[in-house]
Every structure is written in C-alpha cells, then in structure tokens.
C-alpha cells in the first residue's frame, strides 16, 4: 500500500531551490543525508529512488537513523507522521542476540542509543538553561554565516533536544528561564526554515516559541516571535495581515524593552510602506528612531541581541529603499544603508551582504553604476558560502533594478546579479 502520507508531507514542503514548486525526492533525500551527516558524522547515501519506495509503501519501516532523519527534515513528531509502523523483521531485530543484532544492523549509532537508554534528565538547573542558550547563540551565528539551508537541521536536532527537558523537573526560576530559552531556539530555528522559505517548519517553531514566551510570562519574546510572524506576510503577499500582528504586538505590555519597541516600529514602518500607506510609514520610523535612542543593551534579553545600531539602520534602509529608488529621501536612506554596511559585525555575513545589496541596488536606480558594481562584487566575494533563499530573492531585486538602464555597466551587473540569484 502506498504511504500517502509521506508523500503529501514531502509536496507540502517548499523546494529549496526557492523555485516555489514542492520539495522534490531528490531534494528531500539530500536534506536527509545532510541532516544524518551535521548530527551523527555518519555518511549516508539515501537517494531519490529510496524516497520513491518509501512513497510506494514497498519499504515500510526505514532504519532508525533514516527515519531520524525525514522527521527532522519534514518537521514531523513521530515515525506515524510520516506513515511508517514496524514490520515483522523490524521488530525480530530487537529480539536476536547481541552477536546477532550486531551482524544484522549496520548503524552503530543506534545501538549505543539504545544501550545508553534515556537521554533527558529527570531534573535540571541552571547549567542547562544556559546550555541551551549557548547553543541558540551558536546556532544564530552559523546560520547568519553560512544562511538557512545549512543551520536549519542541526538547529532542528537542538530544539528536539532542548523540548525534552521541559518535562523535567525544576524549580520555579529556573523553569522560567527554561522556556524563555527554549522559546528563544524555537524562534532562531524557525528563522533559519524561513531563510529557505520552508513554511510549514517555520510557523510550527513560531507556534512552539510563542507557547513558550506564554508559560515564561514573557511579552518581550512574544512580540519577538509575532515580529518574525509578521515578516513571512510579507513574502505571502499579505502585508495587511502582518501589519494586524504588528499592532497586537506592540499592545502588549510588561518586559517589552525600549529596542523591542524599536524593533516593533520598524517593522510596522515596513509594513505600512508595502501597503502604500507612506506618510503613516515616515511617521513610524521616527517612532522607531526615539526607541531606539532610548535602549538599554545591558537591560535586553537575549532574542534582542541582533537588534543593534547596524541591525536598526539596515531596517530602516530597507524599509524606505523603495522610495529611494523614485527619488524620495534618497540622501537619508543612503545614509542609513552605509551605516548599516561600516556598522555591520564582519561575522554577520548574510546580514551584512543583505545590506550590500539593497545599497547596489539604489545605487545603479540613482544611475550610480559604477559604484553600484563595486558594492556588488564586494557582496559576491563576502557570502559565497551562504545558501539563502531570501538572499537569491534580493539578488534577483538587484538585477531588475540593473536591467532598467541601458548603459553597459548596468547590463553587467544585471548578468552577475542575474548569475547570483540561480546560484547562491
């Protein structure tokens, strides 16, 4: 019988090739062999005819590290997700002798599983509170250097970790902070599946942080997580609907810090903006402008780290990009993306290209092309290995800006452009 329900869990999953079509076999099983590589070191040879037995249900119960492997990548719970149950020989297996199993199994890590038994601790302190912090900031700072495609399975394998120890007893603060940092993960690893464009993962992560953020009685990280909520509207063609999410943010009250309020606004000033609202968008960004004067690094909570003078500039360049590009504030929102550029942690790789690209691209709008050309190229020799479906979206900005000219410079810059947006 053919396991449907694998089949509809890989066609709901976007292909991360950006080209908007589902995830393809092929596709799936390479995220299931990077997967298996970046959390066990093993290297596994799955392939697209593999998914096609899987599908047609000729092979019902994969070895433990592959179905590991598709639970993670196609954000299910469990194996009955995913339409596999144990077959005879699956469960034979369990039952042979040590000598037996041994010869019959060729994933070791599976065994060691098994005889280490249970992995999450009973009760839990500060050491894995923090554990889990140090873990999302790692996690953060891969994803910004190498995009998305590259953090979002170990990131997965994390949270999976980090949600188990929420059964675990602890006393009252520290269970707090336990899901303020576990909310916090959820968020980051949500983040790096909308960095491929993978909805289905990045709104059940959203779902999960926002639990969190209630259970820790933490607005701040709540209107941290609806903040990411509100810029996947975007993408979706529904800005109205983000700008509604925005607003129920910014009502709520309690730990939201003045750079949350800042962070707030900056994204209703995006959001007004694509919605044509304008001079409500100006209005909004000088609301953003008098929070952020007023922060207090050392009295943020983690989720805001990112949230600096680089991040806040970029935010607003972007946001007023569009009307720059017709010849409206042009002074202030070059401004604002050159900051943005100098201010920019070099470390921050896809950050700082984002930024590089959105200045290329009113550069060559204002007929600056030469200059335009050089912040490109020095976008392309900074990121070559981040794998970003956002970032191939601005790539593909970058050359339609370019393509509107008809000088020669202007027509090489919309090829290399054009070359980054297939191929990054």
């Known amino acids: 019988m053919a396991n449907e329900l694998l089949r509809r869990r890989r066609q709901s999953m976007p292909s991360p090739s950006g080209s908007r079509e589902p995830m393809t076999r092929h596709e799936l099983a390479e995220a299931v ?76 890590h599976d065994r060691l599983l098994d005889a280490l038994g249970p992995t999450t601790p009973t009760s839990i302190g500060w050491p894995e509170v923090e554990f889990i912090r140090e873990t999302t900031r790692v996690i953060a700072t891969s994803e910004n250097r190498f ?6 399975e170990m990131a997965t394998a994390q949270l999976r970790m980090a949600v188990g120890l929420l059964q675990a007893r602890a006393a009252i603060d520290v269970r707090r902070a336990l899901f303020q940092a576990v909310g916090n993960l959820a ?84 959001l007004l903006t694509k919605t044509g609202q304008y001079a409500d968008a100006r209005n909004e960004v000088a609301v953003s402008d008098e929070w952020f004067s007023k922060r207090d690094v050392y009295g943020d909570p983690p989720w805001l780290s990112y949230y600096d003078e680089a991040e ?31 201010l920019r942690d070099a470390t921050y790789v896809r950050s700082l290209t984002f930024c590089r690209i959105r200045l290329s691209t009113l550069l060559v709008s204002i007929g600056e092309t030469d200059q335009a050309t050089t912040v490109a190229q020095e976008a392309l020799a900074e990121s070559p290995s981040v794998r970003s479906s956002r970032m191939r979206e601005e790539w593909a900005v970058l050359a339609a800006a370019a393509g509107t000219t008809g000088s020669s410079a202007a027509r090489d810059l919309h090829h290399a452009a054009t070359n980054a947006a297939r191929t990054r």
Not at 46 to 58: K, L, N, S, V
Not at 87 to 104: C, D, F, K, N, Y
Not at 147 to 152: K, M, Q, S, T
Not at 329 to 337: G, I, S, Y
């Open 187 to 270: 968020g980051v690893v949500g983040f790096s599946a909308y960095d491929m464009n993978n909805y289905v993962v990045a709104d059940r992560c959203y779902e999960l942080a926002l639990w969190c953020a209630d259970e820790a009685r933490s607005t701040s990280l709540r209107a941290s997580v609806m903040a990411d909520m509100a810029r996947k509207t975007i993408d979706l063609g529904r800005p109205q609907d983000g700008l509604a999410i925005v607003d129920a943010a910014k009502e709520l009250s309690g730990d939201l810090t003045a750079t949350g309020q800042a962070m707030l606004a900056a994204w209703r000033a995006r």
């Open 147 to 152: 995009g998305g495609a590259v953090a979002a």
């Open 33 to 108: 062999n990077r997967h298996i590589w970046s959390t066990t070191g093993t290297k596994s040879t799955i392939d697209a005819e593999t998914i096609g037995r899987y599908e047609r249900g000729q092979i019902q119960w994969p070895g433990g590290t592959y179905r590991l492997g598709l639970r993670a990548v196609l954000g299910a719970g469990t194996d009955a997700e995913l339409g596999f149950k144990p077959t005879r020989r699956g469960r034979a297996v369990a039952s042979l002798s040590p000598q037996t199993a041994e010869i019959s199994s060729s994933r070791p």
């Open 312 to 342: 806040h500039q970029g935010s607003i360049g972007r946001t007023r990009l569009p009307l720059a590009q017709a010849g409206i504030d042009v002074d202030d929102t070059m401004k604002r993306l050159d900051a943005a550029v100098s």
